[in-house]
């Protein structure tokens, strides 16, 4: 039997699919730079045998122009300066700046409003999934990915192991969902999910999104929230208690406090609380 022989390109991207996963580098991630990089060779032919910064440049340009938004346009940026340095080992510096990005607010949802949606969810694992997400501040990938061995309930937190970037850290159990919780898990195994699909496995990203959404579309709710707004709700609910901006920081899983920080923008309940000198 003949085997086809790989392609120099091809080896170029095993390399830099192999340098990923020894990076620990989700899987997401790894996704998209492999698709960066592809359209990347497909724009510049040449782009295996000299790293041209004009070219470079050339190829953001025709992303823009073909709809790819600063965040899109700056994955590329980085996928590109990996590939270089990993699978070319070429230490040659990319001295592009990135695509600044537009400052917006988060979109957060009112404490009201997200009794709203608890409200119209009728199956009690689906409740109890969105009612986490929030209660805990967990990312969607967080709480699908979330197994029983990390629910401490003696301690009253959960350990999340697979958070942003592959960093691990705590939070909180809320107290309305503590015996809840407890029951749910009972009689499931220390590696079991625990929010299980009905065929068996982890619960899937997008029905974890339609839940949400079918709920929100029940509520009457306008806004363009998603999934990750219970993890804004979160944060700004717990600045707004007057929870020291540190320990949001420690429950969110954020690196640097200026990531945190956009959470303490003037929201109308502040306005309202603030008295007037007059």
């Known amino acids: 039997m003949f085997v086809k022989q790989m392609t120099v ?5 095993l ?19 492999m698709y960066c990089i592809e359209k990347y060779l ?6 295996v045998r000299r790293c041209s910064l004009d070219k470079i440049r050339e190829f953001l340009v025709y992303r823009q122009e073909n709809g790819a938004g600063p ?14 340095r990993t699978a070319l080992n070429r230490r040659k510096a990319i001295q592009i700046p990135y695509a600044k990005r537009p400052k917006s607010t988060p979109i957060t949802l009112r404490r009201e ?3 709203q949606i608890l409200s119209h969810i009728n199956n009690y694992k689906h409740k109890l999934l969105i009612a986490l997400a929030y209660g805990a501040g967990l990312r969607l990938s967080e709480v699908i990915n979330l197994q029983v061995r990390d629910v401490q309930l003696c301690d009253r937190t959960i350990i999340v192991r697979r958070g942003k970037g592959a960093k691990r850290r705590y939070t909180i159990i809320p107290d309305k969902l503590w015996w ?32 949400f959404k079918n709920a929100l579309k029940k509520a009457g709710i306008e806004k363009e929230a998603t999934f990750h707004s219970l993890r804004h ?13 540190r320990y949001v920081q420690e429950l969110l899983g954020h690196s640097n406090i200026r990531t945190t920080q956009i959470y303490t923008h003037v929201g109308k309940c502040a306005v309202r609380a603030v008295k007037s000198p007059l």
């Open 9 to 13: 390109k091809q080896k170029l991207l």
């Open 15 to 33: 390399r830099m699919e192999r340098e990923m996963i020894i990076k620990n580098y989700s899987s997401r991630t790894q996704k998209t730079y």
């Open 42 to 47: 497909e724009f510049d032919s040449e782009a």
């Open 71 to 84: 965040v899109m346009r700056n994955l590329h940026l980085c996928a590109i300066k990996f590939f270089y």
């Open 113 to 115: 409003e997200i009794l």
């Open 180 to 211: 809840k919780l407890r029951l749910y898990v009972k009689n499931k195994e220390a590696h079991n999910y625990v929010f299980e699909s009905n065929r068996g496995g982890k619960l899937h990203s997008r029905t974890a999104q339609k839940i």
């Open 233 to 245: 709700s979160f944060a700004t609910h717990l600045v707004d208690n007057g929870t020291n901006l």
